[in-house]
């Protein structure tokens, strides 16, 4: 998508957005896209969506696209859902809300004609500009200057912005971690003020920030900073916060500790959980040993437990909390630079999400210490290399891979599902351990004897 920066801003809007504009406005209404659209076109990126506002009521709305495909469910409060070749558009009638009573919906809304009335009830000020071909970029809350200079600004009384909507005190840190975008002061103060109030939001909508939230570019200085409203979302971060490990192999407390790991970690929703909660068990195994240095016997599977409740209630799926919760309990597992042990481990948790898990341990070794640092590195390069040679050369770690199955152990007279079951996963043992070839024949001939 093309853009020009400059007092002259010009945004290729998609034909079909282009289209429903300049018929609303030859039946006499107004209409601009407005919000993310506009700021993502702003800075070069390809938006995900397009929404527009209009003057016109949803029943104007209605009428000017006779014959459209129209989903009419959020018309009470102003949205008319319009299909065209394909895609949703949200046309949206200029609106101001009513009160908030429950620190997230207005209790009404009521139609007004004026755009600026409308941009004055959005969240920040880079989401509250609009844009129409022919009159250009309306920005009358400085949005466009904002985004040029990385800040995240509440349109107008920040702390009656967020306390409306609680929803957007972890808007305001999602943003600010995918864009790499630093929050204004009264809009920080407003965010601590009312944070509490992130307890009235549903799990579901805080869920879908949150995921977001922890793949951006500045999860660590946004955690950092904000880390006493992460604590509301997740209250098991508390305990770790200032928790000092009092060992040789850390510089950092458990939450610092965490910061500094997410920071080397690749922008993977469940690699980024599992290392936002790898250490979550630490402060409940703690002991000190007779030399005085600190140890955190069990953590891992502890902490697994601790993380699938915290997902759990956060609402993630089941394949994302049990993925979450094995690169936990494993992420301290000693994994010996061996093509057998590379094997067994791709066996017992697969290729994925051994490539996650090394991962996992990388992040953890660069938020710990400079102690062993170079041979820890160097022993997860080793671990990585054997893996990537055992993959290459697709060496046999799974039963789908062994030359014979469990139909063959049948035609051998091996009748019980469990004794065949035995059979083969002995097989695929002798098999990782080098000690027989994968071999059709050769497998055959030892099944024989296992009968």
Same mark, same amino acid.
């Given at each position: 998508?093309?853009? &020009?920066?400059?007092?002259?801003?010009?945004?290729?809007?998609?034909?079909?957005?282009?289209?429903?504009?300049?018929?609303?406005?030859?039946?006499?209404?107004?209409?601009?896209?407005?919000?993310?659209?506009?700021?993502?076109?702003?800075?070069?990126?390809?938006?995900?969506?397009?929404?527009?506002?209009?003057?016109?009521?949803?029943?104007?709305?209605?009428?000017?696209? $006779?014959?459209?495909?129209?989903? %009419?469910?959020?018309?009470?409060?102003?949205?008319?859902? !319009?299909?065209?070749?394909?895609?949703?558009?949200?046309?949206?009638?200029?609106?101001?809300?009513?009160?908030?009573?429950?620190?997230?919906?207005? %209790?009404?809304?009521?139609? +007004?004609?004026?755009?600026?009335?409308?941009?004055?009830?959005?969240?920040? *000020?880079?989401?509250?500009?609009?844009?129409?071909?022919? +009159?250009?970029?309306?920005?009358?809350?400085?949005?466009?200057?904002? /985004?040029?200079?990385? &800040?995240?600004?509440?349109?107008?009384?920040?702390?009656?912005? !967020?306390?409306?909507?609680?929803?957007?005190?972890?808007?305001?840190?999602?943003?600010?971690?995918?864009?790499?975008?630093?929050?204004?002061?009264? *809009?920080?103060?407003?965010?601590?003020?009312?944070?509490?109030?992130?307890?009235?939001?549903?799990?579901?909508?805080?869920?879908?920030?949150?995921?977001?939230?922890?793949?951006?570019?500045?999860?660590?200085?946004?955690? @950092?900073?904000?880390?006493?409203?992460?604590?509301?979302?997740?209250?098991?971060?508390?305990?770790?916060?200032?928790?000092?490990?009092?060992?040789?192999?850390?510089?950092?407390?458990?939450?610092?500790? *965490?910061?500094?790991?997410?920071?080397?970690?690749?922008?993977?929703?469940?690699?980024? *959980? #599992?290392?936002?909660?790898?250490?979550?068990?630490?402060?409940?195994?703690?002991?000190?040993?007779?030399?005085?240095?600190?140890?955190?016997?069990?953590?891992?599977?502890?902490?697994?437990?601790? #993380?699938?409740?915290? !997902?759990?209630?956060?609402?993630?799926?089941?394949?994302?909390?049990?993925?979450?919760?094995?690169?936990?309990?494993?992420?301290?597992?000693?994994?010996?630079?061996?093509?057998?042990?590379?094997?067994?481990?791709?066996?017992?948790?697969?290729?994925?999400?051994?490539?996650? /898990?090394? @991962? +996992?341990?990388?992040?953890?070794?660069?938020?710990?210490?400079?102690?062993?640092?170079?041979?820890? /590195?160097?022993?997860? %390069?080793?671990?990585?290399?054997?893996?990537?040679? +055992?993959?290459?050369?697709?060496?046999?770690?799974?039963?789908?891979?062994?030359?014979?199955?469990?139909?063959?152990?049948?035609?051998?007279?091996?009748?019980?599902?469990?004794?065949?079951? @035995? &059979?083969? %996963?002995?097989?695929?043992?002798?098999?990782?351990?080098?000690? &027989? $070839?994968?071999?059709?024949?050769?497998?055959?001939?030892?099944?024989?004897?296992?009968?």
């Amino acid at each position: 998508m093309k853009t &020009i920066w400059g007092g002259n801003v010009i945004i290729n809007i998609p034909v079909d957005v282009e289209k429903i504009i300049s018929r609303l406005e030859k039946n006499g209404f107004e209409a601009y896209a407005v919000g993310g659209c506009v700021r993502d076109s702003l800075m070069g990126k390809v938006p995900s969506d397009w929404d527009i506002c209009t003057s016109a009521r949803p029943e104007q709305v209605r009428a000017c696209f $006779e014959g459209y495909p129209i989903l %009419e469910i959020g018309m009470k409060h102003g949205t008319v859902i !319009l299909r065209m070749n394909d895609q949703s558009y949200e046309v949206t009638t200029y609106r101001k809300d009513g009160e908030y009573l429950d620190s997230r919906r207005p %209790e009404s809304v009521q139609f +007004v004609t004026s755009l600026q009335e409308d941009l004055a009830r959005r969240d920040f *000020t880079i989401n509250a500009m609009a844009y129409n071909s022919a +009159v250009g970029l309306i920005d009358c809350y400085h949005g466009c200057e904002d /985004l040029r200079n990385g &800040i995240i600004r509440c349109v107008g009384n920040a702390d009656k912005r !967020l306390a409306e909507d609680a929803l957007r005190i972890i808007r305001a840190l999602r943003f600010a971690s995918v864009l790499d975008f630093s929050i204004e002061t009264e *809009t920080a103060k407003g965010l601590n003020k009312n944070k509490k109030l992130l307890n009235h939001i549903s799990k579901e909508r805080i869920h879908e920030e949150l995921c977001k939230l922890l793949c951006g570019r500045s999860i660590k200085e946004v955690l @950092q900073t904000y880390s006493d409203i992460m604590a509301v979302i997740i209250p098991e971060l508390i305990p770790m916060i200032g928790f000092e490990q009092n060992n040789p192999h850390h510089r950092y407390d458990v939450w610092q500790h *965490t910061l500094t790991a997410l920071e080397h970690c690749e922008e993977d929703l469940i690699t980024r *959980t #599992a290392v936002l909660l790898h250490d979550v068990g630490k402060p409940g195994c703690y002991t000190d040993g007779k030399d005085g240095v600190g140890h955190f016997y069990g953590h891992g599977e502890f902490g697994a437990r601790m #993380a699938e409740e915290i !997902l759990k209630d956060l609402k993630f799926d089941n394949r994302t909390v049990s993925a979450v919760c094995q690169l936990i309990k494993y992420h301290d597992a000693d994994i010996h630079e061996s093509n057998e042990f590379i094997k067994k481990w791709l066996h017992k948790i697969g290729e994925v999400q051994l490539k996650r /898990l090394l @991962q +996992v341990k990388y992040a953890d070794v660069m938020g710990q210490s400079d102690y062993l640092r170079e041979h820890k /590195l160097k022993k997860l %390069e080793a671990l990585n290399r054997i893996m990537n040679q +055992v993959l290459e050369e697709k060496q046999c770690f799974s039963l789908k891979e062994l030359k014979i199955s469990g139909k063959d152990l049948i035609k051998l007279g091996v009748d019980d599902g469990r004794k065949i079951g @035995q &059979i083969l %996963e002995s097989l695929l043992d002798q098999v990782m351990e080098d000690r &027989i $070839e994968n071999k059709r024949d050769i497998l055959l001939s030892a099944a024989k004897n296992m009968r």
